[in-house]
């Protein structure tokens, strides 16, 4: 493994994440909330913390607006290497409700749009910032009427810099992503069957390979995580077992995972077992944590001590 110099990592919809913590969520009813963390947040933000956490280098590139946007700007640095792009939007709010019994609930806003020159300096600052065999990744939703065209610019920018692109989104930006042939998507199993219309996760990695995609990790939960690229290998690995929690986040968290154990190699054959083992690994360290975008390295071993040994990566038979 050799670590990239930078991992440049966008979030289109960051948000200030709220966790609520109470004795038991009770719909209908008044519930006290025992403690209140408040955090600059988002897909991609998670993303970043667990980078950082970790050791890769990493900065995480968002449009921020208003007083909540100055506050997650300020915040945000003081955690990470942070780009704060000024939006005249104002940054959006989730708030997660969480008893530690039960999944928490979360209640997500679905942020403004952003005027067309936010998105402009957005993609500019990737151009600046991703370096030849390094990694951008593009994490989270995108808010409402974002041009359909803005996953497809932040992938040509990276590469055009030399870096790969790793996409984890939802709906029409991730089959956007796989058509401007993306090196990496990460969907959960409910985004892959939803964007591509199957049934089966199995036939929604063929379809989003087939658009154009370099290679698909699916995560499924408790089940674990199904992998496939372009040219024919295929790997799957199991979740660490006995970890409960708060799962939010546990998506984040695998994603850097997987980036830490590629560092600046292509998603392959040889690579692909050890990177889903990692991010199983990375997944549930984040499991363990109060808060997403949190993963403690010191769990980091025994966890993996948990699991079996890897199964080789194979490579797909062709049918004759």
Same mark, same amino acid.
């Given at each position: 493994?050799?670590?990239?110099?930078?991992?440049?990592?966008?979030?289109? $919809?960051?948000?200030?994440?709220?966790?609520?913590?109470?004795?038991?969520?009770?719909?209908?009813?008044?519930?006290?909330?025992?403690?209140?963390?408040?955090?600059?947040?988002?897909?991609?933000? $998670?993303?970043?913390?667990?980078? /950082?956490?970790?050791?890769?280098?990493? !900065?995480?590139?968002?449009?921020?607006?208003?007083?909540?946007?100055?506050?997650?700007?300020?915040?945000?640095?003081?955690?990470?290497?942070?780009?704060?792009?000024?939006?005249?939007?104002?940054?959006?709010? /989730?708030?997660?409700?969480?008893?530690?019994?039960?999944?928490?609930?979360?209640?997500?806003?679905?942020?403004?749009?952003?005027?067309?020159?936010?998105? @402009?300096?957005?993609?500019?600052?990737?151009?600046?910032?991703?370096?030849?065999?390094?990694?951008?990744?593009?994490?989270?939703?995108?808010?409402? *009427? /974002?041009?359909?065209?803005?996953?497809?610019?932040?992938?040509?920018?990276?590469?055009?810099?030399?870096?790969?692109?790793? !996409? +984890?989104?939802?709906?029409?930006?991730?089959?956007?992503?796989? *058509?401007?042939?993306? @090196?990496?998507?990460?969907? $959960?199993? @409910?985004? %892959?069957?939803?964007? /591509?219309?199957? +049934?089966?996760?199995?036939?929604?990695?063929? +379809?989003?390979?087939?658009?154009?995609?370099?290679?698909?990790?699916?995560?499924?939960?408790?089940?674990?995580?199904l992998a496939r690229t372009a040219t024919g290998a295929e790997a799957e690995q199991a979740a660490v077992p006995g970890v409960s929690g708060n799962p939010t986040g546990a998506g984040d968290a695998a994603t850097a995972g997987l980036l830490e154990a590629l560092? %600046?190699?292509?998603?392959?054959?040889?690579?692909?077992?050890?990177?889903?083992?990692? %991010?199983?690994?990375?997944?549930?360290?984040?499991?363990?944590?109060?808060? %997403?975008? @949190?993963?403690?390295?010191?769990?980091?071993?025994?966890?993996?001590?948990?699991?079996?040994?890897?199964?080789?990566?194979?490579?797909?038979?062709?049918?004759?």
């Amino acid at each position: 493994m050799t670590t990239p110099s930078r991992v440049v990592v966008v979030t289109p $919809n960051p948000a200030v994440d709220v966790t609520y913590r109470v004795d038991e969520q009770r719909l209908g009813e008044t519930v006290r909330v025992r403690d209140v963390v408040r955090r600059p947040g988002g897909k991609g933000v $998670n993303v970043t913390r667990v980078l /950082t956490a970790l050791g890769v280098p990493a !900065v995480a590139v968002q449009p921020v607006g208003g007083a909540a946007g100055a506050w997650f700007a300020e915040s945000l640095g003081a955690d990470v290497d942070a780009v704060c792009v000024p939006s005249p939007v104002g940054t959006r709010t /989730t708030v997660a409700v969480d008893d530690r019994a039960t999944h928490p609930t979360l209640f997500a806003e679905p942020g403004d749009p952003q005027p067309a020159e936010v998105w @402009d300096r957005v993609v500019g600052e990737v151009d600046r910032l991703a370096v030849p065999g390094g990694w951008v990744v593009v994490s989270g939703s995108l808010p409402p *009427e /974002t041009p359909v065209d803005l996953v497809a610019r932040l992938v040509a920018a990276s590469h055009g810099a030399g870096a790969r692109v790793l !996409v +984890d989104t939802s709906g029409a930006p991730l089959l956007a992503a796989a *058509e401007a042939r993306a @090196d990496l998507l990460t969907p $959960n199993a @409910d985004e %892959a069957r939803s964007a /591509t219309g199957a +049934d089966d996760v199995r036939l929604a990695v063929d +379809d989003l390979l087939a658009c154009g995609a370099g290679a698909v990790v699916v995560s499924r939960g408790a089940d674990g995580l199904l992998a496939r690229t372009a040219t024919g290998a295929e790997a799957e690995q199991a979740a660490v077992p006995g970890v409960s929690g708060n799962p939010t986040g546990a998506g984040d968290a695998a994603t850097a995972g997987l980036l830490e154990a590629l560092g %600046a190699d292509a998603v392959s054959a040889a690579s692909l077992a050890p990177a889903l083992r990692r %991010a199983a690994v990375v997944a549930a360290a984040a499991v363990l944590s109060a808060v %997403a975008g @949190d993963a403690d390295p010191a769990v980091l071993d025994g966890l993996d001590a948990r699991l079996a040994p890897p199964p080789p990566t194979r490579p797909r038979e062709e049918s004759p």
